[in-house]
């Protein structure tokens, strides 16, 4: 059964692993999003940002959805993370520059790390960021594959296989998938 890595994205427990995995012996500066308008800060959000900073993470916690909130957290920041966006729609907050903020900043060699919900919020984001045109698609419940052929020179090589799918982690479908995504 193939599950892209992207797929483990979606579920916020593999944000850790995922960074982790990535160079786990560089500690990054990440812009956490961490605004109780759009994500739980009572959990998802403050157990993701406990394990980011257990694994020796920096994070700047920063709220708002103005041009200005977006332009001052990328400023310096390797990573954005943004934890489940389940309490509102972020992408009907933000302006269009406050996304082109976003797209620049990964055109600019930052990572976007975005956990999925149970809803359209995450891809309604990457849709709208990225020129996207990806589709939810519900894995339930069980393990998440890592596809080692398609990871092979990639961050995730030598990867956990297989991840637990947490919580009904949800995953993208690989036909809206595009090429800049690649194919882990």
Same mark, same amino acid.
């Given at each position: ?43 998802? %959000? ?5 394990? &980011?900073?257990? =694994?020796?993470?920096?994070?700047? !916690?920063?709220? @708002? ?7 001052? %957290? ?17 992408? $009907? ?15 600019? @060699? ?20 990225? @020129? ?9 419940? @069980? ?22 799918? &947490? ?7 690989? $036909?809206?998938?595009? !090429? =800049?995504?690649?194919?882990?």
């Amino acid at each position: 059964m193939y599950k892209s890595m992207k797929q483990a994205l979606k579920g916020a427990a593999a944000v850790g692993v995922v960074l982790m995995a990535a160079q786990s012996a560089q500690a990054f500066t990440i812009s956490y999003f961490n605004d109780n308008a759009f994500v739980d800060a009572s959990e998802e %959000a403050t157990n993701m940002a406990a394990e &980011l900073t257990g =694994l020796g993470h920096v994070l700047n !916690p920063f709220t @708002g959805t103005t041009d200005g909130a977006w332009a001052a %957290a990328l400023g310096g920041a390797t990573h954005l993370v943004i934890p489940e966006l389940e309490s509102s729609d972020l992408n $009907a907050a933000l302006s269009g520059a406050a996304r082109t903020g976003i797209l620049n900043f990964v055109q600019g @060699g930052g990572i976007v790390v975005i956990a999925g919900d149970n809803g359209t919020h995450d891809t309604a984001l990457l849709n709208a960021t990225f @020129g996207y045109s990806l589709v939810d698609n519900f894995s339930g419940f @069980g393990f998440i594959d890592l596809n080692d052929k398609d990871a092979a020179g990639s961050p995730f090589e030598g990867g956990p296989d297989p991840l637990l799918a &947490l919580n009904g982690t949800r995953g993208l479908d690989r $036909a809206g998938r595009p !090429p =800049l995504i690649g194919p882990v």
